[in-house]
């Protein structure tokens, strides 16, 4: 049973960055497509960003593509979310997600969550 265990985030102002982390336990990360979604209140919850298990090929959404930066982590069973460039409607809840698919893009298709991380980017 995979676990997965989210850091980071907090509060940011317009303009900083800041970093999620998504830490794995129960299984190898590197062998699962990984997913960053998040969600504000009275919306579903939207992937915006993941990483295939095949070929290890990235996607973005165009609403963080060249702000925000996924990564492997493989020493330490993670991947992690640089966001850059942060604005006030980046703020919400980010979560992570895996599955064995090739991709973890919908929330629909993945097994395994995090446990949530806000952000909020506010001045």
């Known amino acids: 049973q995979v676990q997965l265990l989210q850091s980071g985030g907090g509060l940011a102002q317009p303009g900083e960055s800041l970093t999620l982390s998504c830490a794995a336990s129960g299984g190898n990360l590197e062998r699962y497509a990984v997913g960053w979604f998040r969600q504000v209140p009275g919306k579903e919850r939207e992937g915006i960003a993941g990483?295939?298990?095949?070929?290890?090929?990235?996607w973005y959404d165009d609403s963080v593509k060249g702000r925000f930066t996924m990564s492997r982590d493989n020493a330490k069973n993670a991947v992690n979310l640089q966001m850059g460039s942060l604005k006030p409607e980046d703020t919400a809840v980010y979560y992570c997600?895996?599955?064995?698919?090739?991709?973890?893009?919908?929330?629909?298709?993945?097994?395994?969550w995090g446990q949530g991380t806000p952000v909020t980017v506010s001045s």
């Open positions: 990483v295939s298990s095949t070929d290890g090929r990235f």
């Open positions: 997600a895996a599955d064995l698919n090739a991709w973890v893009l919908t929330p629909e298709v993945a097994r395994y």
